[in-house]
């Protein structure tokens, strides 16, 4: 619970901040009292209740309903069209009927998006605990559950078990298998690790019209353990973010273009640049 503490008072300050500091600290201290017994039932109906809750964000295509875990998951939502434009535009352009796959899904805004509306078919991949409950609970939430499959699943090379560097009071944050210098976390999660070419042909899942990569320090494995699922003419683009300048990235351009593709469009955010990779 101090870890939700903590994270309620990062940020900048809100005028009403105070106050429900205020508020939230007695409601703490009021709960530390209470004998054991009561304490744990009203602290799980009271986290039922504000989870039931959800935060509904009006789109273009219809309004979505969004699950709240921790103070990113709600930014996630409340910047979910306009954190990523051309994201969204790229989603926008999917051609009916097709399969899209969401490598590194988070809490599902893009996968909700894509399905919201459409005929698309997707497939969410999040292999962090916290998030792939967010994500599972944002399609119940949204009756999306028959649309879009959500496996617990980490995306690389090859079939793999890997530890992922996650903290599970962090719900909605990126986390990474290599880890992060700059946002460290304490605790280790184990999570399956296969690759593109193996879900298509070892597991039957469909092959996607649609690929968007959002995996920190995973994306040259992912692009690697894709390699013949590239050259399938049902592939149409691949979308993910990439430095195109450093060594990695100029491996990922060298695969992606023996697979038969060529950057068309590029959005730079954040310090990072999303690029969309179409076939010919």
Same mark, same amino acid.
């Given at each position: @619970?101090?870890?939700?503490v903590d994270e309620l008072h990062e940020g900048p300050e809100d005028p009403e901040d105070d106050y429900v500091k205020k508020q939230f600290s007695l409601l703490m201290y009021r709960l530390q009292k209470l004998p054991p017994k009561s304490r744990a039932r009203l602290q799980s109906d009271f986290a039922q209740k504000m989870i039931d809750t959800t935060l509904a964000i009006d789109t273009p295509k219809g309004r979505l309903s969004f699950v709240l875990l921790g103070k990113t998951s709600g930014?996630?939502? @409340?910047s979910a069209l306009t954190r990523q434009p051309a994201t969204i535009e790229w989603i926008d352009s999917f051609q009916p009927g097709s399969v899209f796959w969401d490598i590194g899904a988070n809490v599902g805004v893009f996968s909700l998006y894509a399905a919201l509306g459409t005929d698309t078919r997707v497939v969410a991949f999040e292999p962090a605990a916290v998030?792939?409950?967010?994500?599972?609970?944002?399609?119940e939430a949204n009756k999306l559950f028959n649309q879009i499959d959500c496996l617990l699943v980490g995306i690389g090379r090859q079939r793999s078990i890997d530890r992922l560097e996650v903290s599970q009071f962090r719900s909605g944050r990126s986390f990474s298998f290599r880890g992060k210098a700059d946002e460290p976390y304490a605790s280790r999660q184990a999570a399956v690790v296969l690759s593109i070419d193996e879900l298509v042909?070892?597991?039957g899942l469909p092959c996607p019209n649609y690929i968007k990569v959002d995996a920190p320090g995973a994306s040259e494995a992912i692009i690697a353990g894709a390699e013949r699922t590239l050259g399938r003419h049902e592939l149409l683009q691949v979308h993910l973010e990439i430095r195109e300048q450093s060594k990695g990235g100029q491996r990922i351009l060298d695969m992606l273009q023996r697979g038969g593709f060529a950057a068309t469009g590029k959005d730079a955010h954040g310090g990072s640049m999303d690029v969309t990779f179409r076939r010919g």
């Open positions: @619970m101090s870890d939700y930014g996630r939502a @409340m998030n792939y409950f967010l994500l599972a609970a944002n399609c042909e070892d597991y």
